[in-house]
Every structure is written in C-alpha cells, then in structure tokens.
C-alpha cells in the first residue's frame, strides 16, 4: 500500500475516533440531567449506543489498524529501523494513544452505567473532562509534527 495513502487513512480515521470520543462526554453531560426511565434518558441511551458502536469503536480500530500499519512501514522501509520507538517524540505519542485507548474504555463503561440506571457522575464532571481528549491530540500532534528529541 502506498505510504501516503496510509498516512491518509490513519488521519482520516484518527478524525472520526476524536470527534466520537469528544462528542459521547458532551451527551452524558446532558444524559445526567435526563429523568432515569423517561423520554430523554431513552432518547439519549440509543444516541451514545449508535455512537459508540457504530462510529466510536470501528473509528478507534481502524486507527489502531492504520497505525500499527504505519510503524511497521516506517521500521523497514521509511527510517530503517525500529529505535524510532524509543524516540521522546514517539513515546509522547504513544503514551497519549494508551489514554486514548483507555479513555475509549472508560466511556464505554459510563455508558452502561447511564443505561443500568447506576450513574453517579455529574454534567460538571463531564464537561471537565470533555476536553481532555483534545489536550492529548494537541500533545500527540505536536510530538509527531515536530518529532522532538530526535
């Protein structure tokens, strides 16, 4: 497959994961407020549902797939070599990849939470925490970007 072609695709599903991931606090923000069992609470319920597992999860594997792809291309072909992992700028963004990752997970987990009726989370937390997402894209894109350390 051509290099940029894959860079491409990477981004392109990096995009979709970012804007489900940032999208699904602001509906649990909203989520807390709806009455348990009601219309709303309903409504919200198959929103973060379709979300998740129609963009979120796909979105989160396809970059998974595109990005393994890409250090694996980079290793034997762009940079020969594997110590490019051991690079601080790649280490930034595999770190932030991991809470990615994990704060996929956490999501997924406080979306069960809202459908088992068992919620304890606050509109505040979320929208506290919605942008931490962004913050770890700003770091990740940088580190990439201007590959600092190298």
């Given at each position: 497959?051509?290099?940029?072609?894959?860079?491409?695709?990477?981004?392109?599903?990096?995009?979709?994961?970012?804007?489900?991931?940032?999208y699904?606090?602001?509906?649990?923000?909203?989520?807390?407020?709806?009455?348990?069992?009601?219309?709303?609470?309903?409504?919200?319920?198959?929103?973060?549902?379709?979300?998740?597992?129609?963009?979120?999860?796909?979105?989160?594997?396809?970059?998974?797939?595109?990005?393994?792809?890409?250090?694996?291309?980079?290793?034997t072909?762009?940079?020969?070599?594997?110590?490019?992992?051991?690079?601080?700028?790649?280490?930034?963004?595999?770190?932030?990849?991991?809470?990615?990752?994990?704060?996929?997970?956490?999501?997924?987990?406080?979306?069960?939470?809202?459908?088992?009726?068992?919620?304890?989370?606050?509109?505040?937390?979320?929208?506290?925490?919605?942008?931490?997402?962004?913050?770890?894209?700003?770091?990740?894109?940088?580190?990439?970007t201007?590959?600092?350390?190298?």
């Amino acid at each position: 497959m051509d290099y940029n072609l894959l860079r491409g695709l990477h981004i392109i599903a990096v995009i979709a994961w970012m804007a489900g991931i940032m999208y699904l606090p602001r509906l649990l923000a909203y989520h807390a407020d709806a009455v348990p069992g009601g219309e709303m609470d309903k409504l919200f319920q198959t929103m973060e549902l379709k979300l998740y597992r129609i963009i979120m999860g796909p979105a989160m594997v396809a970059t998974w797939v595109f990005g393994l792809a890409l250090i694996y291309v980079n290793a034997t072909e762009v940079r020969g070599g594997w110590e490019y992992l051991q690079q601080p700028w790649m280490i930034a963004k595999l770190s932030g990849i991991v809470f990615m990752t994990g704060w996929h997970g956490f999501l997924g987990a406080a979306r069960k939470k809202y459908v088992a009726g068992t919620n304890t989370r606050t509109a505040r937390f979320w929208k506290m925490t919605n942008e931490l997402p962004f913050i770890a894209a700003i770091i990740m894109v940088l580190a990439v970007t201007m590959e600092f350390g190298s």
